[in-house]
């Protein structure tokens, strides 16, 4: 095997061993976990039988010696194949190893037993008991209580006088709750959401209720409703300090890290929430509030964004903020691509918004204003059809490009000296009748200290991704294609790290490549399938023309997902995509995963993906 898939232990292990495990007919070279450092409750547990020591059997998943779950998921692992076991009852067994069954439990002790039974008749054998002990009655209304933990906003927020701040916090089911707010003896009721056995207690602060510059103390106060607790009381503080300031009392803040991500909001989202634009180092924006790390930014009267404070400087009082009339923008062939040139006297921001539906591309201004009496357009494009504006309010200017079709390959916005110039790429130059021409950059995801996923039978997704890339790699090259391999090793690599590979590049197409993950508490046959991903929606068709060539391998649907902020495939400099092959979670999509003839299918289907986009 050109590259062997590398299998490890779960998440908690750290130490690891070298070991054979056959699948199928061809010994596949591996890594599997060895033992336990210590303690006997410490997974997986190996067992190995006396008659050849060969062999073993491993815990991979159960529950802890004492549980109060009625039931549980028991994961096993042997070398493949045996006849396997779980509590007499003969299970199937995957080729990668794995086995398992659900354990219903009686409260109190119960035994299990595993068993394998291998080729030579050698026998393995591991026999546990667990105590089942039923939760605790829930949570009772008395003695009142408030859950400290569940108590928000949990960070500092300064604001204007016209907001409002959501407080809530979860706590005895049924009762009533207020928010006495000092200096003032200020008291704002809450309403009630009851819930099994806890209610959820919120309420809106308007902060035109609190005077500017003061120092405010809020607690949080539940009072007894039922008639035998009358006057009993629960209280906590809310440790957030809250504040309203005057507009002007905001800053000015100038970024100070390339590619800075401007939010339209603080949603708790896993890779960072929508974001309008990544913008470039010396644009100036205007602060409106502060909540946390994150500066609330007004961009006009209508829309506003957050950015990290990490990546803004404060610039002294009395900096004026950027603002300035446009006269002219030109629309003009460039080198490789169509450009149109947007003065910029002043730094200030700007948002590009996507429309391929309707075959164009906006470009927001904010802090300018419309003088525009010359909008030139010169012979020799080739995509953009012509540029119109409107002053979209009075505080932004919008750009209108109008193309005469949604298939482009890619746009970048370049700050320059007083400059905006707007580049959308002319399509690669391939010789006629084949894919010699095009270039195309691989992401294979993770990789070094980074495993990605850890599969059901220690499957790593960093060695999986690896592989398919390198797969995709011959086949392109083989196809007169040139090919970037971001990470062509098992190497550490950031996020940036990478898409500063792909962004330096003259790739024409970027695909990411990956092995998805779910959870495993419903079981090893739950959730699973192929899925492709796209964040600009222009490179939506190549995600479902992708998503097209990849369900034919046998998996099942998981989807075609759009706005997937992964910064490696958060691009719009060229059409980029992420592949998410299967579900490692998933015991037979692992299966497939761990077989070096579907990585290959996987690799072709990957392929056609891109011939098929390309040939459109």
Known sequence: MSNPLTFSPPFFLITAIVLFLTTCATPTPIRTPGPPAAAATQLPIRVTPSENPAYWLE???????????????????????????????????????IFFDEIQLQEGANTFVVQAVFPDASKAQYEHTI?????????????????????????????????????????????QAQALIRPGNIRLPFSREDHSDYSLYQADLPLSLLKPGKAYRITLELDATGPAHKGEKARASLSAQLSRKQRHEFPLLRIVEDK????????????????????????????????????????????????????VEALPEGTVRPGYYLQSVQARPGENADEVRIPWPEPAPFAIIPLPEENKILINLYGVKT???????????????????RQLSPETYQLILHLNSSRIWGYTMEPGEGILTFRLKHPPKLEPGSLKGLKVSIEAGHGGSNTG??????????????????????????????????????????????????EASDADLHISIHANSGGVNRGYLGVSGVSTYYYNPFWAEFAEVMYGQLLP????????????????????????????????????????????????????????????????
């Not at 802890?64 to 042997?78: G, I, V, Y």
């Not at 209304?141 to 959501?166: F, G, H, K, M, V």
């Not at 495939?569 to 490692?584: D, G, H, K, N």
Request: with cysteine.
């Open 453 to 502: 996923a850890v599969g059901l039978s220690g499957l790593l997704e960093k060695d999986v991704n690896l592989d398919v890339a390198l797969r995709l790699e011959k086949l392109c090259q083989e196809a007169g294609i040139k090919v970037l391999q971001v990470r062509p090793e098992d190497i550490d690599m950031g996020l940036e790290e990478k898409r500063a590979l792909v």
């Open 371 to 389: 003088s525009s009496t010359w909008m030139v357009h010169h012979k020799g494009l080739s995509n953009i059809e012509r540029v119109d504006w």
């Open 553 to 616: 391998l046998g998996l099942k649907e998981f989807g075609v997902v759009g706005s997937f902020n992964y910064r490696v495939t958060r691009l719009s400099s060229r059409p980029a995509i992420l592949v998410e092959q299967a579900f490692l979670s998933q015991a037979e999509d692992e299966e497939k995963l761990a077989s070096e003839a579907f990585r290959q299918r996987m690799a072709e289907g990957i392929f056609q993906g891109i011939v098929q986009y390309v040939s459109r």
């Open 131 to 175: 105590t089942y002990i039923p939760k605790a009655n829930n949570r009772q209304p008395y003695p009142l209580w408030i859950d400290n933990s569940s108590i928000e906003p949990a960070t500092d927020q300064a604001l204007l006088a016209d907001d409002l701040i959501r407080l809530r916090f979860q706590g005895s089911k049924g009762q």
């Open 59 to 97: 815990i991979r998943r159960m529950p802890s010696d004492t549980t109060e779950s009625s039931s549980f998921h028991l994961l096993c692992k042997a070398p493949y194949p045996a006849e396997v076991s779980i509590n007499g009852k003969a299970v199937k067994q995957y080729q990668t190893g």
């Open 260 to 311: 800075a991500a401007l939010t339209y909001n603080l949603g708790p989202i896993r890779l960072g929430g929508p974001i309008i634009n990544e913008l470039p180092v010396g644009v100036v924006l205007q602060a409106s509030g502060k909540v946390g790390e994150y500066y609330r930014i007004r961009l006009d009267e209508r829309e506003e964004g957050y950015i990290h404070e990490s990546q």
